[in-house]
Structure formats: C-alpha cells, structure tokens
C-alpha cells in the first residue's frame, strides 16, 4: 500500500502523515509513504487544497487531516 502526501510539508501535512500510518499501523498493513511538495505536481495531481492524501494512486482526501479513525475507515 502506498500512501502520498502532498502539501508543503507544513505541519498539517506532518499530522496527516502520523494519522495515516497510525491507521496503517492499527490495521498492521505494509505501507510506503511518499511526500509530494512540488506545487506543479500537486497541481498536476488535480489537487486544490491541501494537505491531501491519495491511497494507492487515488485521492481520498483533500483540504483536512483526516483523524486516524477516518483514515482506517478508507483502509477497510
């Protein structure tokens, strides 16, 4: 499983990062994590507002940091 996360690499976009690998973690799933912080490839990504994160290659949230518990509801 691949998680990316894209963003400035501001704080916000760090606590997405431990949300989602604390939902990977909790599920005890393998998992990559790649930060995307160039703004033409967030804009190429279709994103708008970050932080944002995709699940293997799919955007699943944007524009707030998903709690970890709404992160593992993605994951089922």
Do not use: H, W
């Amino acid at each position: 499983m691949k998680f990316t996360i894209y963003g400035s690499g501001c704080a916000k976009c760090k606590q997405l990062t431990a949300n989602a690998e604390a939902a990977a973690n909790a599920k005890g799933l393998d998992y990559e994590v790649e930060k995307v912080t160039d703004t033409n490839a967030i804009i190429d990504a279709g994103i708008m507002r970050t932080p944002a994160l995709a699940i293997d290659g799919e955007i699943v949230i944007e524009g707030k940091v998903a709690n970890a518990d709404e992160i593992q509801q993605l994951l089922a």
